[in-house]
């Protein structure tokens, strides 16, 4: 293990004993199941533009730590060997002056099953500020960006519409710096419409990406439609 890796491994392991720690404090749980038409990350497609299902589960104390796990289909191709993707999540979330909330957390992206010695596991830190939930602006922080050994960073802003009570617009405008590990970067927008249901979210989402991301990742950037309807519970 690396210095780096062992560095993020301490800070997971950090916050899931913090997590874990206020026994006292009630645990809230939650989660979703999604079935999706392609699983779309950052505007680029994870299963060849393939159907997957997802799995997600959160526990959450009072005091705003928690712990999270995330799963889904991916198709990388045969010569990887992986099928599957694990995200592990240790985080804080916390509303502050009562308008914004902020959210901080890592997160281990895992690809069980890949052939050696091909490692695609790599960690990023995550923070997320939101104003009246409805306005965000995110930040996302990588030095093992895609299993690359570089740096990357994400940046993303984004917004919610409601028109209704079950019915929304969602956008979102971003741009992922790949210089360090690909020689060049991406630019991306997404707009989705959902209706609820009870706890049931249908959603059709639009993906775009800038030229440079055809360039990095052919066959799987661009522009491209998605369908999901997603249980939360």
Known sequence: MNAPTGKMFCILAALTAATAAPLAQALDFSGSATLTSDYVFRGISQTQ???APQLGVKAALDSGFYGALWGSTVDYGQALGTDAEVDLVAGWNKTLAERWNLDVNLTRFTYPGTRQPVNLDYNEVIATLTLD??????????????????????VEVGAKFPLSDRFRFETVAAHYDLDDAYGASYSRAQVSAIYTVGQVDFRASGHWTSDSARRIFPGVAGSRLEAAV???F
């Open 49 to 51: 533009g393939d159907a």
């Open 133 to 154: 939930q409805r306005w965000w602006t995110m930040l996302g922080w990588s030095e093992n960006v895609l299993a690359t050994g570089e740096r990357g960073v994400y």
């Open 230 to 232: 997603s249980w939360n």
